[in-house]
């Protein structure tokens, strides 16, 4: 009998309800045969434990469990930054474009993860800056902000999202429309961007801390951190209409904001790929964060360093392979509120019925 490829052994219990799972301290696992599937290594160790006789194998701490084109996954992180669109990927990869959505959502949902397993712990110990970064979902009728907080080293601390009213100058057939649209699925919540402003600056910056934040003017954000209690935010803001160059505060977000232009199809001016969902969005966001953070160094030219290491969070620029490496739990990090809604892909679409949830205590 041909042995199965040696995976290293279960470093937990996976059930996030056993006592094994966030302590290992003193667990001990049965191997139980094998299985075997399509995709290689073919034969595949089973597990059980038993402490709360749940069965599991070695593919339950892999990034790509319960994948049937498992190979696939670290090239559509390449390509979901690389500006394609899901049926172009698909048609490269001779898959359909479920499949690359699939591995899209789980890419997604790991990145979130990741951020949160290897961000830096406590607050940030350099100036923040904010920004809102317009895109929209299911059509130009609402548009979203994507809200970014980026350090001056380039690590993108955290992003959420705020629905918007459609604005600017609409034509009287559009307004017509707007209203139609606003009567049959109401209407964005005015205070989305002061909500959401709250939530982002709260996560990053927690209690106790304090903070050197910039931003632009816009009116939402002094009355989201009049609302944060026991920090000590100091806040500047820029007027937008000034040069965009490295010496200004806002250089870090700016710069985030014209790299998510340029590696995002669904970010394009005037595109048909275009989210569909904000939660949507949102993940592709999650990759993209880690690939700022981790992947990409901080300066093209000079090669140096990632933000991640500028942080001191790892000592070398990480490939694809090494954020693939291990599957991450939500139920042993303790996630945001924030963060748990969008890793379970509970952010709703106006427009569009309820999308699929994502239930991770089903998921090994
Ligand atoms: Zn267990």
């Not at 995976?7 to 075997?36: L, T």
């Not at 942080?311 to 090494?322: I, K, Q, S, T």
Request: a positive charge.
């Amino acid at each position: 009998m041909p042995r199965a490829a040696s995976a290293p052994p279960p470093p937990f219990c996976p059930n996030p309800s056993c006592k094994y799972h966030r302590n290992p301290k003193g667990w001990r696992f049965k191997k139980k045969g094998f299985y075997e599937r399509e995709a290689r290594p073919r034969r595949i160790q089973r597990y059980r434990c038993p402490h709360c006789r749940r069965s599991f194998s070695s593919q339950t701490f892999s990034t790509t469990y319960w994948l049937r084109r498992p190979e696939l996954l670290s090239t559509i992180f390449h390509r979901v930054l690389a500006c394609s669109a899901y049926r172009q990927i698909a048609s490269e990869l001779d898959v359909s474009h479920t499949t690359v959505l699939g591995q899209a959502q789980r890419l997604g949902r790991h990145c979130l993860l990741f951020q949160e397993r290897h961000g830096p712990k406590g607050p940030p110990k350099e100036p923040l800056a904010l920004d809102g970064f317009r895109s929209f979902e299911a059509g130009q009728y609402w548009p979203f902000d994507a809200n970014l907080l980026v350090g001056a080293s380039h690590f993108v601390y955290g992003f959420n999202e705020a629905e918007l009213r459609r604005s600017g100058t609409l034509t009287k057939g559009q307004r017509r429309k707007r209203e139609k649209l606003e009567e049959r699925h109401g209407r964005p919540d005015p205070q989305a961007t002061r909500k959401a402003v709250e939530e982002l600056v709260g996560r990053v910056v927690p209690g106790g801390s304090r903070a050197e934040l910039w931003s632009d003017q816009h009116p939402a954000y002094p009355r989201a951190l009049a609302r944060l209690r026991g920090r000590r935010i100091q806040h500047s803001t820029v007027s937008s209409r000034q040069s965009r160059t490295a010496r200004n505060p806002l250089f870090p977000v700016n710069l985030a904001d014209l790299l998510l232009r340029h590696t995002g199809a669904h970010h394009k001016r005037e595109t048909i790929a275009f989210s569909k969902r904000r939660q949507g969005a949102m993940y592709r966001l999650a990759i993209w964060q880690v690939w700022r953070n981790w992947l990409k160094w901080t300066s093209e030219r000079r090669r140096e360093r990632t933000p991640a290491q500028a942080l001191g969070l790892v000592g070398r620029r990480l490939r694809v392979r090494d954020v693939l490496a291990e599957r991450l739990f939500p139920s042993r990090l303790g996630l945001a509120p924030w963060v748990a809604r969008c890793y379970a892909g509970a952010i709703p679409t106006r427009c569009l019925p309820q999308g699929r949830r994502f239930d991770a205590k089903l998921a090994f």
